[in-house]
Each structure stands twice: as C-alpha cells, then as structure tokens.
C-alpha cells in the first residue's frame, strides 16, 4: 500500500506543479499626467493599466479623489474637482461621481456588464484647483500622483508635472508608501524646461502611492485673484460646489 503511494506521489507533485497559479489583480502601471494651466488649475490624466481577473474588479474600477483638507490652525479647505471623461481600451467607458467621506469617486464600468478578465486600460481625465501652494520666492505643487486609496499592487507608477512655460524646475521632492511615509522609492527619470517626470523604483503594496513636489519660479501661474479668494472662502464653508 505505501509503496503504491509513494510510486504515485511523483505524478501527483508534477499534477500540481503544472496547475498554474491565479493571477492577481493588480495595477501594472499608473501614469498621472499633470498640466499647470496659466490661470494656476490643473488638467489631469491618469492611465492606468490593471488586470482583472472578477475578484475585486468584476465590473469596473472606481477611483477617490480628496477634495477636503484640513488647514492651518484646523480650518476646513475644499479644493475644486471637475470630472471630464474617461476611456476603457481606447473607448468612452460609463461613468458617474459621488460624494464621499472627503472628496470624491469616480466610477467606471457598466453595472450591469462583466468586464473581461485580463488587462485593461482605463484613462481619466479631470481638472483640480488650488492646488499650487504659494512660497515667497517659488510656487510649488506638492501632488498625490497616485492616491493612497488603491486596495491592489502597483508595480510602476509614474508622474509628469508640465508647466505652462519653459522654465527651470527648482527643489523637488518624492514620496512612497503608506499615507504618512517618508520612504523615497522613485526617482526623475527625464527633465527639461518645463517638463519633469518621475518613476518609482520598487513596486507599491495596497494603500501605497507616489507623492512628487516640484517647486518653480514666480510668475509662471497667474496669483489668486480677490474674486479666487472670496469665492474659496464660501466653498470652503458651503455646499460642495467646485471651485
């Protein structure tokens, strides 16, 4: 008897070890594409590539977006959000926003349609506001590229911040892991006038992101005017109009 199951024993381990394991869902890359408009908003496009495989995507993906910050001295800040469109595989792909505990979320996907397993890309694009933190000698736009709301891997993600002229960038800074981390897995992997791209260096985990902060000249965007000040003030206490 034991010596049948151990002449058995081979087949069974080759068996197993020819069973291919589950792939897991995941982003396999994450690209946030900033443009710094004139008048100092942001237009935005997110290109992530995921693999589905109906564990966690079955449906679509959704995407959160904060748009309320706590301020200097424990004031309320609710910065402008505008969703513009979004694409799954090259083409227009449902969508609708809600409103969550501090901000916003996008959903993409049909719910009444399974989308296929394998990979998938899906593009978001939107525009934001107040973002540009203002310095006395330099602005500065301190960027949450990725998010930090992710319950998969990301295995590369990556940040292009574009100004709207060509002028140098000054001190940057990036950021990885958890919200809160002060780990700095990535790295500017191309820069020019204008234009600067970074890279992580090691896949993130879930609730992981990419945080870049690239600071340049005065006067490359517009200063808030009195009008920007006031109507900040009313949104930053009132219904959650953007902004």
């Given at each position: 008897m034991m010596s049948r199951f151990w002449r058995a024993l081979p087949a069974l381990l080759l068996l197993?070890?020819?069973?291919?394991?589950?792939?897991e869902e995941r982003i396999q890359r994450f690209v946030s594409d900033v443009q710094?408009?004139?008048d100092s908003s942001l237009e935005v496009t997110e290109t992530i590539d995921v693999r589905a495989e109906h564990n966690a995507i079955n449906r679509g993906i959704y995407r959160d977006f904060p748009t309320r910050y706590r301020g200097p001295h424990g004031s309320q800040v609710r910065i402008g959000f505008t969703f513009r469109d979004a694409?799954?595989?090259?083409?227009?792909?449902?969508?609708?926003?809600?409103m969550v505990s501090n901000g916003v979320r996008i959903r993409l996907g049909d719910p009444d349609k399974l989308v296929d397993i394998?990979?998938?890309?899906?593009v978001i694009r939107y525009k934001t506001t107040r973002q540009v933190g203002r310095f006395k000698d330099f602005d500065e736009l301190y960027w949450n590229a990725t998010g930090n709301g992710w319950m998969f891997p990301i295995d590369v993600a990556q940040a292009r911040i574009r100004l709207p002229s060509a002028v140098k960038f000054g001190q940057r800074s990036v950021y990885t892991g958890a919200q809160g981390s002060t780990a700095s897995?990535?790295?500017?992997?191309?820069?020019k006038p204008g234009d600067i791209s970074f890279q992580t260096t090691g896949?993130?985990?879930?609730?992981e992101g990419l945080t870049v902060a690239v600071a340049f000249p005065k006067d490359v965007v517009a200063e808030p005017t009195?009008?920007?000040r006031t109507k900040w003030i009313l949104a930053?206490?009132?219904p959650p109009w953007s902004v």
């Open positions: 197993l070890a020819a069973t291919p394991a589950p792939a710094i408009q004139k694409t799954l595989d090259g083409t227009p792909v449902q969508a609708s926003t809600e394998g990979d998938h890309r899906y897995n990535a790295r500017v992997i191309e820069e896949a993130l985990g879930p609730y009195e009008s920007d930053d206490y009132g």
